[in-house]
């Protein structure tokens, strides 16, 4: 039901799967095997698979520490947005290559949680995407040293909000990767 005129498709928004900063977040080799899971149903019902990937000074683009983990290698056909704000939006390509595949609706997968992918569901939802967070598929490192709760009290605490989030002629939701449709 997006607010996006003529823009009926979905695609599936991979955020920021980096050796540096999925290494040592919670579960993440869970989370990267259900985001695996997730772009192989979608590239098999035709649905684009966008890749976001992170650099700012702490994470130099080129290094390994940037690189995608090995799990997710993707083909140079499927998009990636290079970013440098949380917000995957922000001073980047990301709306013009949805808008030329005609999506509305986001389903999206990554990482950090408290950081890039709370600022892109937020940031697409505020452009009028319908957004679905992947719930089982988000993590974070441990940021409790800085006074943040542990990761795993983050994340559902997202899931919690998101599945309660609402705007006109927009809709929100938290689904499990084995629950996706897209």
């Known amino acids: 039901m997006t607010t996006l005129e003529g823009r009926p498709n979905t695609a599936l ?38 890749w976001v990937q ?68 937020h940031g697409a939802f505020a452009r009028g995407y319908d957004v679905t967070l992947v719930g089982d598929a988000h993590t974070a490192g441990d940021k409790s040293a800085w006074g943040a709760p542990p990761t795993p009290a983050v994340i559902a605490h997202t899931n919690l909000y998101w599945s309660f989030q609402s705007a006109p002629g927009r809709t929100a939701a938290v689904t499990d990767a084995a629950d996706v449709t897209f």
């Open 13 to 50: 928004v991979v955020i920021d799967v980096q050796n540096e900063v999925v290494g040592g977040a919670y579960r993440a080799d869970e989370v990267v095997e259900r985001i695996g899971g997730l772009v192989a149903r979608a590239r098999a019902e035709g649905v684009p698979v966008v």
């Open 54 to 121: 992170h650099s700012d000074e702490g994470l130099v683009a080129g290094t390994p520490e940037w690189e995608y983990v090995a799990a997710l290698a993707h083909p140079d056909s499927e998009p990636t947005v290079h970013k440098h704000y949380g917000d995957a939006f922000e001073g980047t390509e990301l709306e013009e290559v949805l808008a030329g595949a005609g999506v509305g609706r986001l389903v999206v997968a990554g990482a950090e949680t408290d950081a890039c992918i709370r600022s892109t569901i």
